[in-house]
């Protein structure tokens, strides 16, 4: 089985394993180059869980920070505009490196995914980055709790989450949203939680506010008081997102029906119906497990104007590949239009950028093993002059599929993608850089 002519549309990407090996059955696309090693990125094979972009100096170039779990420390990158990304605040004193193995107060957190904003009104992004409980259901001490990370000079970052009301002792942190839900000026947090585990000796189970104290929970930034200084969160339980799971795959903002407010695009795992929070102004309301507004099942998505009508779409990830449901002038549609099919393996994670520099937009397909053995070979998928989808397979690599996001550099995305898995148990592959190498 191979793949259809380049140019079609709808294509198959043929991609097994056989004996635990990764095997593609196309070739790796000549018009695609893994150039980690070029751009400066020499990780080994590390476990990893979230890469999330900012142009935290300002300078115009679009940054990433890699999330790399469990003992690793993770990486801010400063985009250099050349194709080379530095890493970032390296120092021997862990309180002023970003994303410390160990952190600050010597512990070893359970990092997950990670969001950029400019939390306390100086001008510069700060990071705010979920942690777990480990697998012991460990209280998140200060040593192991969430991080926010304050850029408080150009460069310069130092933890506060717990001094301003953002660290959560109880929560399994996941994923992470930033978005100004009450229309202030000053940009709030989503923070995810995958459900609690079943513990009668969970300390956490004797506070004053369980259940609530381990569910998805919205931090509302308080902003400054008379004298200038910012005050940190509170917490929001009216804003109603502590139905079990949300966000636990995958969060995300999106104003869904144009109405100017920030709604949340949660899901709790792969192949599931998703949520979908309408924002009304004072909470949330629960909009596609109600079935009020129609969307797919899908493993993972994005938003991005694939269409050309200044309208984000949903590009998604599901059973069958990789596809998109067009946005509306007050919602989403219920057509489903296919990019590509994938077979004897699992569509997973999906990014979007302009890969080639032809001025359209051109979405990377992640695809993961569905035994838990091999890494398939990843998809590009670049849109062509009639519309079409090019099927461009991606230069090879172990472990197994985590996370992709684009970064812009000499005007073509260039996609960093983290090959980590997805579970603790996997087996860890390396960080690439998948670029165009054609004209």
Known sequence: MALPAQGASGHTAGISTIGGARVSIAPASPDLVDRATAAGITWPSTPSWDVTTADYDNDGDMDFSMSLHMRNAGEVRRNNGDGTFTRVAVTSNPATTVMPRPSPQGGLVDRHA????????NGLQDLYCAAGRYRSNRVKTEAINNELFLQISPGSFVDRATASGAGEACTRGRHVVTFDLNDDGWTDLFLSAQRERSSSSDPCNAEPDHPYNEQSRVL??????????WLGFRDGPEWNVSQNNVGNRLALAWDYNRDGRPDLLGQAFAGKRPYLMRNTGTGFAEMSRSRQVTLPFFNAATVADLTGDGIPDLVYSDGSGFAYRAGTAGGVSTSTVRIGTISGAKAWSVAVGDVNGDGRLDVYGQVGSSSGSGNPDDVIYVRTAAGGWQAHVVPSAGGDANDVEAVTVGGR??????????????????????AWAGP
């Open 114 to 121: 990670c969001a950029w904003a400019d939390f306390d009104g």
């Open 220 to 229: 509302i930034n308080r902003g400054e008081n008379a004298a200038g200084t």
């Open 413 to 434: 995305a260039q996609f960093v993608v983290l090959n980590g898995g997805n579970k603790e148990s996997n087996n860890p592959g390396p960080i690439q850089v998948i």
